[in-house]
């Protein structure tokens, strides 16, 4: 069985309590995104703002273009090469 997890709930800026709440299960559909591991410290404009990646972890280019770096362990755990 695939792992969920919950994302909190925040309404006005404050983080509310989530028991009681009737969660429902939702799987993340597959898509074919592009990402090349950098060798060195780096920054990119992301759509929060400007981020920072460590050497060895990703530069992730989202189905919309976005760019965000990623974790190398993170990205290991959650992407697979395709072909």
Not at 34 to 52: P, Y
Request: no cysteine; net charge positive.
């Amino acid at each position: 069985m695939e792992k969920k997890e919950r994302r909190p709930i925040e309404i006005g800026g404050v983080l509310t309590d989530t028991r009681g709440l009737e969660f429902k299960d939702y799987g993340k559909r597959p898509v074919v995104i592009k990402a090349v591991r950098i060798n060195n410290a780096f920054t990119v404009q992301t759509l929060e703002g400007k981020m920072s990646g460590k050497k060895g972890d990703w530069l992730v280019i989202g189905i919309k273009g976005e760019a965000y770096p990623v974790d190398h362990d993170i990205f290991l755990k959650t992407y697979e090469e395709v072909s």
